[in-house]
């Protein structure tokens, strides 16, 4: 009699031990997800950034009338000012 009840358990503990390992592979994979897309979050406008300032770097505007170089304006000002209207 108490064999029977013995098996039970343990097939009990067995099944309870699945779910624990397959809740805990689930687990695994979100946490990394998570991780994955903390980096994205913090990389993409980084490289955005980064991007948009080589590009205003590379042409400088085009005066057809006297010497402004004293006005115009700076790549990394202009990011700021367009960041903040943001």
């Known amino acids: 009699m108490i064999a029977p009840v013995l098996s039970e358990v343990e097939e009990e503990a067995q099944v ?37 300032m080589l590009v205003s770097c590379s042409s400088e505007p085009q005066t057809t009338t006297g010497d402004f170089e004293g006005d115009a304006m700076s790549p990394l000002i202009f990011i700021a000012r367009a960041a903040a209207r943001l």
């Open 16 to 52: 309870v031990e699945t779910i624990r390992y397959k809740w805990l592979q689930k687990a695994y994979v979100f946490k990394e997800a998570i991780h994955t897309m903390k980096k994205s979050i913090i990389l993409i406008p980084a490289l955005l950034m980064l991007g948009l």
